[in-house]
Nanobody
């Protein structure tokens, strides 16, 4: 079965960096668009970043643009989220998600993704 396993979360101070990884198995990774979402306590899940199946197109939420970088390694079946200049408002559980390359890639909408990981906690202290 399909599994997406996130790692790399933790507790850091404001201004620090973290690199999240999401290892995929059970699917042809290179055929899937990938996204990162986050959910803070009491808030809805929100889009963070996405990358298409070729790696040629990337998308970011305005709140993370210029600080976060999404990338993928199709040989390693892994998508990454490099997070720099972290702020307390970045505190959330971060989820990776996969969406088949077929059809329109509505990258910012959670329901458009087929598979989800279990999430990894990122906590940024002030």
């Amino acid at each position: 079965q399909v599994q997406l396993v996130e790692s790399g979360g933790g507790l850091v101070q404001a201004g620090a960096s973290l690199r999240l990884s999401c290892a995929a198995s059970g699917l042809t990774f290179s055929h899937y668009n990938m996204g990162w979402f986050r959910q803070a306590p009491g808030k809805e899940r929100e889009f963070v970043a996405a990358i298409d199946w070729t790696g040629g197109s990337v998308y970011y939420a305005d709140s993370v643009k210029g600080r976060f970088t999404i990338s993928r390694d199709n040989a390693e079946n892994t998508v990454y989220l490099q997070m720099n200049s972290l702020k307390p408002e970045d505190t959330a559980v971060y989820y990776c998600a996969a969406r088949s390359r077929h059809g329109y890639f509505d990258y910012s909408r959670a329901p458009s993704y087929n598979y989800w990981g279990q999430g990894t906690q990122v906590t940024v202290s002030s």
